[in-house]
């Protein structure tokens, strides 16, 4: 059985950095791409950062050049480094690999 549990979410003021934690089990960690996704308050989830297996990366506009999307292998483990953060980040943020999701962080960023 698959399992992606997130972790590192939080409450931040405007401009301050957070790093949230994916931990996979249950899979082959290493040959599969992984995305962070978000949920914003009256909004649709949608995709902020994906990796693949190669370590190729890509990111929604509104995070590029804030955001760092990363993957340690050994640790079966994806981050998302997140700095100067914006009150419209705040969201719940998942981690997905393949058909699997995560439970959401809550990431909350006052202004």
């Known amino acids: 059985q698959v399992r992606l549990v997130e972790s590192g979410g939080g409450l931040v003021q405007t401009g301050g950095s957070l790093r949230l934690s994916c931990k996979v089990s249950?899979?082959?960690?290493?040959?599969?791409?992984m995305g962070w996704y978000r949920q914003r308050p009256g909004k649709q989830r949608e995709a902020v950062a994906i990796?693949?297996?190669?370590?190729?990366?890509s990111y929604t506009d509104s995070v590029k050049g804030r955001f760092t999307i990363s993957r340690d292998n050994a640790r079966n483990t994806g981050y998302l480094q997140m700095n100067s953060l914006k009150p419209e980040d705040t969201a719940v943020y998942y981690c997905?690999?393949?058909?699997?999701w995560g439970q959401g962080t809550q990431v909350t960023v006052s202004s």
């Open positions: 997905q690999m393949g058909p699997n």
């Open positions: 249950g899979a082959i960690f290493s040959i599969n791409s």
């Open positions: 990796i693949t297996s190669y370590g190729s990366d």
